[in-house]
Structure formats: structure tokens, C-alpha cells
């Protein structure tokens, strides 16, 4: 009979027993409580292709192997492999475990003796950064006496990897087991992220560590580091140091340095993940100016300056000699093809009570439209960007604002209604331009209840539009922003909440069973409590293994 | 010049940085950022008269001293003072950091030499458990060579401790200072507690101590122990061992063995902290069922039983038999005066579904009326509890159903809207009983924002009533039901949101200048943090030491 890896008991005296305490005087959300496991046990994000037998063989700690295929193009040189390998068996085993072999196990005539990993395209991809068009498939056969995981790329075999340590699962003995099973897998959408924001909270590096690895558990791509923002400016530019110097909480405690910035994009890249980074302008800025005089637009109070300073000062050459040698530092940093660029949220007050900003508004016959002034600071800034080589992504309001876009943009929607963001949907990809979603996924936004199933619902394809706008929605990132989030809460805020968005953007769009969903998804948030990684829960529950930090 | 304890920058732009993102799309909170420090530094909750003057003395880490005063009734042996004066030297001093000491500081003749501590009644307290009557007052006069804390009692030496841990604060080369102060303060109410749910979810035994010296952080000095529920049974009954056998998630690794509770109760003791366990019967009794049978009333589907079970079984005598040995043990494993006897939320569907129970109603002369059975169990068990010398506490229902009680138990207010709660906190004490609230303070109801301010501008004496009446308010509890938390979120859940009912229940009634408590509580936040607790931010903002686990 098929067990889940985790085993989580589900109660079935739950949904009597939960109602009144916390009632009353709300509405309650949408309560549920599987009452069994589900067939796919604590698969999560469900592969596209799965077929579970009865059969299970047994895994023997001491001789189990993880191990290159003779045919694999990826060979022990292969860091990347090798230290998944390494990452997944201690996953599997449970690393600091230590167990006895006996007779029985070392000759047990129904163990599994390993995993096999073949990669199939010459160039396996060791050395090289993810990409959205990055071959993310996989096939995984488990029966005896070994099994196979076959990828084209090392990103399928990543992805394989963890699917099979989720397929593995403890016996009433301890005893670890798997069942003969056939997996083909690959994702729905090329572009699966999570924004983290280090701006209005500092992230210590081993925050972001930690959830890049729980990314890599769900099957995420992208982390989108919302770097800096108005509240502080953490990056160290070694081209601006003054920048972090005066504009973060902290010129040492609270930055992050290019050996730091470096870690946190190998780190990510041995898991497939890309980091892609955002230097949010010309709203969004305030921690800019501290650091760099004359960048911001300073404001006035009637005839005089406030001593307030607003957007990105669009109207000086200096400006955009500044973003282009940001900017060339920033693409040769960060290696990923894409940039995000921001431009959302601009506020005009400030520009409108400048006079030198009124008088170039006249010169440039822009009239009291400020609207035209901030596209022609995203225009200026687009074509420094792109002489980096660099695509960008941006806010929806400069695609809304009509700002002219190179081909590839990637145009990103995060405002209004579940109809709004529809209509959006629609005209971005109308318009025939890569369309990504986020509105539904503000996992900052909080609620009582389980808020999961919400996000489990929304699908970036939900909208009217022929077959080539859908094929234009790359994907979708979930957002947890950082004004009520730092070091103490984050991971718990974003796990297992994140993991439903993670389904949403991997699965088959026909995968929408909640009650199936909540038993798997228990499971799976149990064995990122396992593994160390402070998911909460969703219901009351328990897990074998609990959290054991405070 | 005073300098908060925890230095916390407030964000002059913060305002204005933060609109967008997350709203758009739902109505905002109102966003509440100081703009500059509270004159009471970091003082949470606020003493009942403070005067700090700018004069300040240097502390030496290696000279200074916290000890009994002569003419101190409590000496070296009062154990839980000398804990106390080690706890806090560590706070003071941070428990990892070695100094060097220096000429200047050896020889500072602005340093504070130490602070003694002076219990003036004959009987300070030192063996004895914290009651409701306890006197928790304190005075401290901080001022060269010696700083002097007086208390009646070591409970409000405890408290006193804290104080003035709290005002010492770090220069900006790290030097330990603190002010020339001089400070009386008393509870407003002498029954401040915290409810944590074990029951939904196990809590470890490290988390439930984590969180009491939290509590002793922030002056709270009841924990409020739900420790059974429908879900699961975690106490080890010495009498009915089976009850945690069968009713807990796990017999060993989720139960609270009696040498766990022993430890519970004299953690929490030696902080001056009262623990008030509740066995909530006859409803929530689900896991109950498990390992004893017949305790539960049997449904029935038409002329059959269904399978499933009810509240507890109140026609048997078998029942109170049960009862009376449960409690007995109870009564001798929990040494406060009280015992919550829950009685909320009783479904009568079970008991009307049962031919037995039909029976019995018509024999008894109830008619239909359930809620009379509901009141005739409750009065044998309140008989019950009443002849092992207990006190009780109970739920709103049980007053509400007009069940006879005796003149000291304290009704605890929990259910209904604003107006309805007021309304109900009128009626019990116009009644002449002893009433607690916790309607507004239900924590587990988490809503995106600053909901600390909501907790905080409740006031449980916000009634029609008079000052008799008024006198009647013992108090208010924080209460964290276990649905949607456990061991990996429930701390930065709980604080520093609970600390806002703490300061609501300890200082003045005057003390509400949201703008003030915002600035106090952001530095207290970051102590917390510095102490090791994951207490959450309120809003964008950073920790000098910010916190060091994921």
C-alpha cells in the first residue's frame, strides 16, 4: 500500500472543533481537512506525468547511491550534480541520522541500490547560469535494481532529484522505502519566482540562503531581489559606495557586499534558481539621495526648496550619466539576461512644484502632462540598460503609460481586482508583449485562515484571449514585501503559503483538487519542517519530526 | 540627552514609500511611524510614575553588582532573587560579550557602582507560588553610587528588575548607561495573561518556555495553559495514563510528562508568573474520548448509533467519577489557586440525537431545554473542583446559562462584537463576579497592519457601569488559539502583538498616545530581539542586532 513520505494524520474531529473559539464575530474562510492521503503521497508541485505502483523496495542508508549514468553527459566534474547529490541523500537520509546496518538490509532482495542520473544533451549545462528558455524536464523511472532519472539539461535533473527524495518515505519501522513509480515532468510556465524585499527590511544572507533552498524544494526559478527601495539602500556598488554608506540602516551590518552578492547567485544557481535584480527608479528612491547629491528631484514649497526630495531628478544630463554606470555595474554583477527595472508608483507632486522641472516640461512641450516626462526618463533609462545587453522587466504602469518597449520586455502585473488584472492580462499580451503575474500572489498581504487556497486558485491564464496571447504569460512570482517582515517571521510567512503559487505555476492547469492539494501539501510542509525550514502550519495537525528552533 | 535603551531609526519617508505595493487593491491601516524617540526611552509597558532626568552614569561590566540590600528580608538563599540578578546581569550586559576593562572605566567617577535590591515585608515570597493577590508594586531609584530597588515582595522585585534592565541603553561606543531616574509603579490589574493552545498543535516544551520569559519581558504574569482540546490530549495523567496514550498526536514524542509540568510551573514561578491549566469540558472533548471510553456521550443516526461522539456523557455517574479523580490530580499537579473549567461552545446536536439522554431530560423535568442539562453537569463538576479547595475560572456561556457560582470565580469574556463584549463585562459584574476579557485580544486573528494598535486601545474598564462594577475587572487575557500556529511561528506571532494587551493591562488607564507607544514599542521590539526572541517589526525598520536563526 502507497504511504506518504511524511505522515501527517489528518482529523477528522477537526472541522467540529475549530468553529466557534475563533468565530463569532468574523466569517470564517473555507476549512479544509483531508480525510485521507493523498494517492500522489507528499508530491509537491505535482509532476505532470505519475504513475505510483504498490510495489516498494527499500533503501539501505549505507550502500543507496546517487551517481553519474556511464552515458551522462555530465561527468564528476560536474559541481553542480555532485553537490545535489550530496544535498539530496543527506535529504533523504536525514544527515545527522546514524544508523546500523544489519543482515537484513544489506541483503535485503528487494532494496533499491541507487538512483542513476543521465543527461542526455551534450552540453549538460554544469558551468552555466539557468535561463528562461533553460530545458527544466525530466524523466523519473524507480524500480529495480535501480533507478533512472533522465534530463536533458543538469536544471531537469535538479528538479528530478527532488522529486524523488519526495518520493521516498519512512515505514512504521523507520526503515526508508520508495514505490515503483514512472514520473515525466516539466513545467507549465518558464518563469516560477519569489520577491523577496531587503529594503524596508534588511535579510541577513542566511535568510535569503535558507529560502533560496526551500525555493529549490518547491521548485522555483527565479528569486526577484527587490534590493533597495525608499527605506534603505543595501547594496555595496563598488562604483557608488557612498551609496549603501549613507543610504542603508547601516553602513557594515545591514549591507550586502559583492562577495555577498556572489554567494547568494551561486548559492542560487546550483539550484537552478536565476536571481534577477531590481533597482526600482525613479519613484521608490528615497535612500538613493543620501548617498548621491542631485540624483533626486528636490521639491518646493511654493517659491523655495522644502528640503524634501521626490523621484529621480529626469530633467540632468548627470542623471543618466549616473544610471549608465550604475547600470553597466549592475549587468556585469548580476548574471542573469534580465534586469527589473521598476517604474512603478511615481508620485508627480514633487516634479509639479519644481520650477526648473515646470520650464523643461515647456522646452520639451510635454504641457501638464507629467505622464510624458516620466516615459521619457524610462525611455532614456530602457536604452542605457539595453546598451548593456541586458532585457529587461518592469511594473505594468510603464507598458500602461505607452512607454515604447524592446520585444522581449517582460511586463509585470501586480495592481487591481482579480478583473483588472485580467483586463491587464489580456492587453499586455494583446499587445504581444511576455506577460507575468503577481497581483494575486501579495503573500504580504495576510488573513485569517487558510489564505493558501486562494492563491492555489488564481491562474495567470485566466483571462479572454486567444491561444498566442496565453502562450505570451511566461509565468508568475509570488511577492512578500517587506514592511511587516524581517529575519523573525519571514520564512514562516512564506512557507507553506509560497508553495501553493509554486503548484499553481509547475502543474498542469487541470491540477485543482483542494482536498488532494491540502493532504499533499500538508505532507510537504512537514518535510520542509524536517529539513529545517520553519513552515507553518495549515491546520491543526502535527508532524513526526517538529520544528525544533523557537 | 536620553538615548532609547535599543536605538531604532524611525523612517522620515517611510510614509510615503509604502502606500502602493500593497495596497491598490484593499483598504489600508492606519500606518503609525514615529518620527522621533519617546522620552520614557524604551520603557514597555509604561511604569505608573517616571521621572528620568538627562543626567547619566556609566555601568562597569565588570565591578558592577546586583545584590540583596542589608536590611533586605530576602538573603542569599532566596533562589529565585539570585536567578533573577543573573538573569538580568545578563540581559544588561549581553551574556557572550567580553569586555576589556579599561583605566576610564575602572575609574569613572560618573559610574553607577550597582543596584541593590530591598524586600521590606518579613516575608518576601521566595518559596512561595504568585497568587491574584499578590503585591507586584516597586519602587527604583536609580541615582550615584547605587541604585536602589525597594519592593514589598520579591514579585514586584522581579518587575522592578526588568525596569531597570530596560533603561539602561548602549552609548554610541557601546558603553552601558543609564539614567538618573526615579520610578513607583504598580499593575492596573492584577490578573494580565497569556492563553497558548497545546491542544491544536503540541508545543514543545523549550517554545512554552521561550514565551514565558517573554512574558516576564513584558509583565504579564498568568499563563493561561489550554492544554487539551478535540484535536489531542497531550497531558500525562498520572491516574488515567491512557488518556495521552490514545488522545495525544503521539504517546511519546507529543506529551507533557508531569516532570514537563513540574518544570513549566517553576520556570514560570521563578518569574513570577502563575499557571492556570485548562481542562475545557463538555464540549472540546474529543481526544478525551480516545483513551477513555465511555466518557463520551455515543450520537445516534435514527435508532442506531452513528459511531461518532459528543460532549461528555453528563447522565452517568461514571462520568463524575472520572471527574472527581481527574481533578483531584489536577488539583495537586497545578498549585495556583484557580482552574479554568472551560464550558464554551456545547453542541447538543449528540446529546439530543441519544435515547438515553432523552430519557434522562424527561426524567430530570428539562423538557427540551438542553441547556439545563448543560447547566446540571456543570454544577457537579463545579462541586467537584470546589472540594479540592480550587478556585475556578470559566467561559462567558456558563454565567450566561445561569449555572449557580461561587462568589470568587472569574468569568472570562470572550465572545461577541465591541458593543457586545461591553454589554457582557456590565452584566457579569452588575452580577457582583470577578470578570476577565478577552474579546479584543484574540491574537490568532492576524489581519495585514498594525493590528497591535486595535489590541491596544481596548480597555476592559470601557463599560456603562459603576466604580464597584469597575473594581470587578480583575483583568484580561492574550489568547493564541492553535489552529494556524505551532513551534515555527507562533513566538513572532505572539510578540511583540501581546505586548501591546500587556501595557494596556499594566499601566495607567491615561497611557494611550499611540504615537508614543509606537516609538516605545518599536525599541522594545528590537530588546526582545536582542534577547533572542523572534519578536516580529511593526512596521519598515531595523535592529541595531537583528536576529540570528531563520
Known sequence: MFAAATKVVFLLGALSSCRGRRGDFIDEGVEVVAQQSSKFGSLWPLPQNVQISEVSFKLARDTFQIFDAKLSSAGPSCSLLQNAYRRYYDYIFGGLKKTWPSKHEWSDPAGLMGLQVLITDPEPGCEQYPSVTADESYQLFVDQPMAVLKAPKVW?????????????????????????????????????????????????????????????????????????????????????????????????????????VKMIIEFARLRGIRVIPEFDTPGHTQSWGKGQSDLLTPCFAGPKPSGSFGPVNPILNTTYDF??????????????????????????????????????????????????????????????????????????????????????????????????????????????????????????????????????KADPQDFQGTDEQKKLVIGGEACLWGEYVDATNLTPRLWPRASAVAERLWSAKTVTDINDAYSRLSSHRCRMVERGIPAEPLFSSYCPYEYKGI
Open 156 to 260: 531537469g535533473a535538479l528538479h528530478g532529484l527532488e522529486t524523488f527524495s519526495q518520493l521516498v518515505y519512512e515505514d512504521e519501522f523507520g526503515a526508508k522505502n520508495v514505490n515503483m513509480t514512472s514520473i515525466s515532468d516539466f513545467p507549465r510556465f518558464a518563469h516560477r519566482g519569489v520577491l523577496l524585499d531587503s529594503s524596508r527590511h534588511f535579510l541577513p544572507v542566511k535568510v535569503i540562503l535558507a529560502n533560496l533552498e526551500t525555493m529549490a524544494m518547491n521548485k522555483f526559478n527565479v528569486f526577484h531581489w527587490h534590493i533597495v527601495d525608499d527605506p534603505s539602500f543595501p547594496y555595496l556598488s563598488r562604483t557608488f559606495p557612498q551609496l549603501s554608506q549613507k543610504g542603508a540602516y547601516h553602513p557594515y551590518t545591514h549591507v550586502y557586499t559583492p562577495a555577498d
Open 323 to 456: 544610471m549608465s554606470r550604475l547600470f553597466q555595474e549592475i549587468s556585469t554583477v548580476f548574471p542573469d539576461a534580465y534586469v527589473h527595472l521598476g517604474g512603478d508608483e511615481v508620485d508627480f507632486t514633487c516634479w509639479k512644484s519644481n520650477p526648473d522641472v515646470q520650464r523643461f516640461m515647456e522646452q520639451q512641450g510635454f504641457g501638464q502632462d507629467y505622464g510624458k516626462l516620466e516615459s521619457f526618463y524610462i525611455q532614456r533609462l530602457l536604452d542605457i540598460v539595453a546598451s548593456t545587453k541586458k532585457g529587461y522587466m518592469i511594473w505594468q504602469e510603464v507598458f500602461d503609460n505607452g512607454v515604447k518597449l524592446k520585444a522581449d520586455t517582460l511586463i509585470h502585473v501586480w495592481k487591481g481586482t482579480q478583473q483588472q488584472y485580467q483586463n491587464e492580462m489580456a492587453k499586455v499580451t494583446s499587445s504581444g508583449y511576455q506577460a507575468l503575474l503577481s497581483t494575486p500572489w501579495y503573500l504580504n498581504r495576510i488573513a485569517y485562515g487558510q489564505d493558501w487556497q486562494g492563491h492555489y
